[in-house]
């Protein structure tokens, strides 16, 4: 049985998920039209990988029978100023989502619900993926000298995005 106030975090994370999901397709969409098909790539798989943490929560609170409620998700940011800045807003969008998975497992945690704190701890993981993930873009961007603006550098993290491994 899972109390109320978790099921209410879980389902707050399945919509952010879904968020998420579509703050990464938005910004695909932005590099698409960027000419950044590099960028564009990785984006756009990052919005998949997005949507499948939303279906692990999904099928979760399935299994332990949590009501589920899919709600109006807002619109994501659809202009930025330069990739340097969309990159920024996706790592960004990445602490929150780190923040609101260690509320979940300090929720869980503090009723005893070790069922939901085990389940949690893979986003923990995760999330700790994520961070690593974007570190590692933003190292190479200040190795490259990169700050947003057109030229080598852009076309260089543009091809480094195609291939980062997620
Ligand atoms: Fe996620």
Redesign the pocket.
């Known amino acids: 049985m899972i109390a109320s106030h978790i099921a209410q975090l879980l389902n707050e994370q399945v919509n952010a998920?879904f968020y998420?999901s579509n703050v990464y397709l938005q910004l695909s969409a932005w590099c698409e039209g960027e000419g950044l098909e590099g960028a564009a790539k990785f984006f756009r798989t990052h919005s998949l990988?997005?949507r499948t943490?939303m279906d692990k929560i999904f099928d979760y609170m399935a299994e332990c029978s949590v009501p589920i409620t899919v709600d109006a998700i807002p619109k994501a940011p659809s202009d930025h100023a330069n990739l340097m800045v969309a990159l920024k807003a996706a790592q960004e969008h990445e602490y929150k989502?780190t923040a609101m998975i260690k509320n979940i497992a300090k929720q869980s945690f503090e009723a005893e619900d070790y069922t939901t704190f085990n389940f949690i701890e893979w986003f923990i993981a995760?999330q700790h993926e994520e961070e690593v993930l974007f570190d590692k873009i933003m190292d190479k961007a200040r190795i490259l000298g990169f700050e947003g603006q057109p030229g080598q550098a852009l076309y260089i993290m543009d091809d480094y995005l195609a291939n980062v491994q997620h």
């Open positions: 998920e998420a990988e997005e943490h989502v995760e």
